[in-house]
């Protein structure tokens, strides 16, 4: 009977994570095909070798604002604002997102996120800079 637990239990994760890669690879084929796309100065690029998307913003060069969708499993959109000088993350943080599968739609919820998270980096950027 404990067997039995165990088996069911490792075929939730499984299933999960195949869910996951599935909808990594959703959201990577969509994002992938607007890489450039500029929003409120700051501009998306995606590493196809690693699968990441990150905003940057020629005003804060030293600074990425990682925004990846369902990174390695996770069930959403993984957020980080890194300081490529220092190594320093000032924010770590997911999304929950649900894909709806509607290309459209899918890549504005992930813009509007990324609004949100980019104001929320100026915001610490710019805190940072005044210390």
Known sequence: MEKQKILEAYDKILL???????????MNAILGKVKGLKVNGWELDYDPMVGTFSWVNSRYPDWWLYMTPFWEGMDGIAVNLDNAMTGDSEISDTIRFKPTYDSRTDAKTYVKYSQKFQRRAVEIIQAKEND
Do not use: L, W
């Not at 999960?16 to 909808?23: H, I, L, P, S, T």
């Open 16 to 26: 999960k994570e195949a869910r996951n890669d599935k909808d990594f690879y959703y």
